[in-house]
């Protein structure tokens, strides 16, 4: 693991030091093109912006088949030594003996040096992004922290890069040498530490070049047809696309209302992107890619103010620092999740192809949203960077509303864990910590203790969880609407006497659709001390008689009892002190589809399951009570 840790830290080095290189050359380019003026002027940033992310979306395929079939670590490398060999050609123009001073054209070698180097970028990016689930599952890492780690380490890279653009280039001439001299040695620094980047669990698919490219479009189907990918994609790619523009607004406004210089414009894009490795560092301590996704909202409501605040502060200069340092924040929030979400999603043989279509996908949005920004500006309808703020401002405004709508159950889950962070600390244990499958039918079977056993449970399985919940707490002013609406729990009326139950349907037809159930067998909050697990109720069998091969994973929540939210001492939540710091110990067995011979008597289904769960308490070193032969019941009403 430590071994890993240091080659994911090698890894984050060659892509801070590739990333800086990439931006340093874009900034002079980019600056370049404003000194010739005319109408080219406002939209100089997309210009240079629609060059290079060319290449990520014209050489998909190839870039994909490269990074799907060959050693991740020498397709790494190779890029670094094409960008390497670039710089070095670029730096060699301005030698008046060098045979290569010919390809110094009128505007220098920016725009050709781009070009190839946009190439080698883009190939770098793929098999960089493809190593990522291999990184973390061999150091150790949740997902998102290592691609959290990855985006802030390209934040910081940013910057670095905007400054040796930027700086080298303010007496533009003579510092062109200079500029395309620090990005040559950015990029040996890349090379170097990309020779030592290889993941033992890194998984590649060896091809034929027809197969591999047959191979593509295959992956390129198998991508669409995943919904969390599909989606997770098209989010990123609309909301990279909105980000690069208003960042080239903002900066673009720095510029035109500095006339000296360029300090002004550096201090805001900085901000910017300070923001956006904050963003990205907290974005990371959310371990689950799942529940990340719910700072989605939060992020895009947060980018729609900061763009609009941005646009109000430029009518009276450069925008101030506040509103800049909110939407790199923002934008920090939203791409961290959303990449996470779409690497995890993925086929582990098809990463490399994914990625590439993750690059052509963003890249192509991000052009044709760069397009149009300067088709609007030479229109004259957005002439004004002020005004382009506004118009991707409302823009982030009704994204932010389909985020809202869409992953609210994420939001929701994301505020709530939060809430509890101060009052539990969680711990997990037992062989099934990493082992719940990320798919497909899977019911949950926990002991039931306290009121926020749901959200223990749900915050250590890396999928959305619909628990069974009974009326008494369902059916309470506010929880309705959240648990019909947000958590979508199934709702299991409380009678004394019932014939039929319409909540254990749902839950099959649930399982039928792949979804995750919760199951409490218990039917209710333990009540003594002595009693560590009432008798489970019927209902967990008429749910694994219908559908038999669902696999059943085994919790015991130790901790609960006593709690806030538990019955000792009298009735949950009434006269009693909130939890502090309370520790929450959370055994998960290994996923088992139980055997035919137990799921054909009810009895022996739920006393398996019963003994199943008590037993777990031995990976706390506790003790385990004799399981009591069950009586005939599916629910015993609350008290």
């Given amino acids: 693991m430590r071994s890993a840790r240091i080659r994911l830290g090698l890894l984050w080095l060659s892509q801070v030091a590739r990333v800086a290189a990439d931006w340093g050359l874009r900034m002079v380019a980019f600056l370049e093109l404003r000194r010739l003026g005319g109408a080219g002027r406002d939209s100089a940033w997309y210009l240079v912006t629609a060059l290079f992310i060319a290449p990520f979306i014209l050489l ?5 088949c490269l990074s799907n079939a060959l050693p991740r670590r020498g397709v790494l490398t190779a890029a670094c030594l094409l960008c390497a060999v670039t710089a070095t050609a670029a730096v060699s123009t301005f030698f008046p003996t060098s045979p290569l001073s010919a390809l110094q054209l009128q505007d220098g070698p920016w725009l050709w040096a781009l070009g190839l180097t946009a190439v080698g970028s883009a190939l770098y990016s793929v098999a960089r992004y ?17 691609n959290g780690l990855i985006e802030l380490g390209g934040a910081c890279a940013i910057i670095g890069g905007v400054i040796l653009g930027l700086r080298l280039s303010d007496d533009l001439q003579p510092g062109l040498p200079r500029a395309m001299t620090g990005v040559l040695i950015l990029n040996l620094v890349a090379l170097t530490a990309a020779l030592f980047c290889s993941f033992p669990s890194d998984v590649r698919r060896p091809e034929a070049p027809a197969q591999a490219v047959r191979g593509f479009f295959r992956d390129c189907r198998r991508i669409f047809a995943d919904a969390e990918a599909r989606y997770s994609l098209l989010a990123l790619a609309v909301f990279q696309g909105v980000v690069t523009a208003g960042s080239g607004a903002v900066f673009t406004l720095a510029l035109n209302n500095y006339v000296a210089g360029h300090a002004d414009a550096l201090h805001a894009l900085i901000l910017v992107t300070v923001g956006i490795a904050l963003g990205c560092l907290l974005a990371g301590l959310q371990a689950s890619t799942r529940r990340s996704l719910g700072l989605v909202p939060f992020g895009l409501t947060g980018l729609a103010l900061a763009q609009a605040w941005a646009a109000l502060a430029g009518t009276q200069g450069v925008a101030p620092a506040v509103p800049s340092l909110l939407l790199g924040l923002m934008a920090g929030l939203i791409n961290v999740p959303l990449r996470s979400s779409y690497l995890a999603a993925v086929p582990a043989d098809a990463r490399g192809n994914a990625m590439s279509v993750m690059n052509g996908v963003i ?13 609007l500006v030479r229109a004259g309808l957005l002439a004004d960077t002020q005004v382009q703020l506004w118009f991707i401002a409302a823009v982030v405004a009704v994204s932010a509303a389909l ?13 709530a864990e939060t809430l509890l962070v101060p009052m539990y600390r969680i711990r997990v244990h037992g062989p099934g910590v990493g082992r719940i499958p990320p798919r497909g039918p899977l019911l949950l079977v926990a002991n039931h203790s306290t009121y926020f056993d749901p959200f223990f449970v749900a915050k250590l399985t890396p999928r959305y969880v619909r628990p069974l919940m009974t009326s008494r707490f369902y059916d309470l002013p506010v929880i309705r609407w959240l648990m019909a609406k947000v958590v979508r729990a199934i709702r299991v009326p409380v009678t004394p006497f ?7 349907a749902e839950a099959v037809a649930e399982l039928r659709r792949g979804g995750c159930v919760l199951l409490f067998p218990e039917g209710i909050l333990r009540r003594t001390e002595e009693k560590l697990l009432r008798q489970f109720g019927r209902g967990v069998w008429h749910i694994l008689k219908e559908m038999p091969q669902t696999p059943v994973v085994v919790f015991w929540i130790e901790g609960g009892w006593g709690s806030y939210a538990s019955y000792k001492d009298g009735p949950p939540m009434k006269n009693k002190r909130l939890d502090f710091r309370r520790r929450i110990d959370v055994v998960i067995e290994e996923p088992q589809t139980l055997p035919a011979e137990v799921l054909a008597d009810q009895r022996l289904t739920r006393r398996y399951l019963m003994r199943a769960c008590l037993e ?19 629910y015993e009403p609350e008290a």
């Fill in 403 to 415: 985020a809202w709508k869409v992953l609210l159950p994420q939001a929701f889950e994301l505020f």
């Fill in 130 to 146: 493809a190593m990522l689930p291999a990184a973390a599952q061999d150091a150790s890492l949740p997902l998102t922290r290592v």
């Fill in 498 to 504: 019932r014939r039929e139950a319409p909540e254990l």
């Fill in 363 to 375: 890249y192509l949005m991000t052009t044709l949203i760069a397009l149009l920004m300067v088709g």
């Fill in 60 to 64: 998909a395929p190839l870039h994909g």
């Fill in 616 to 634: 777990a308490r031995r990976h706390l070193g506790l003790d385990v009570p004799a399981v009591e032969e069950p009586e005939d019941r599916y």
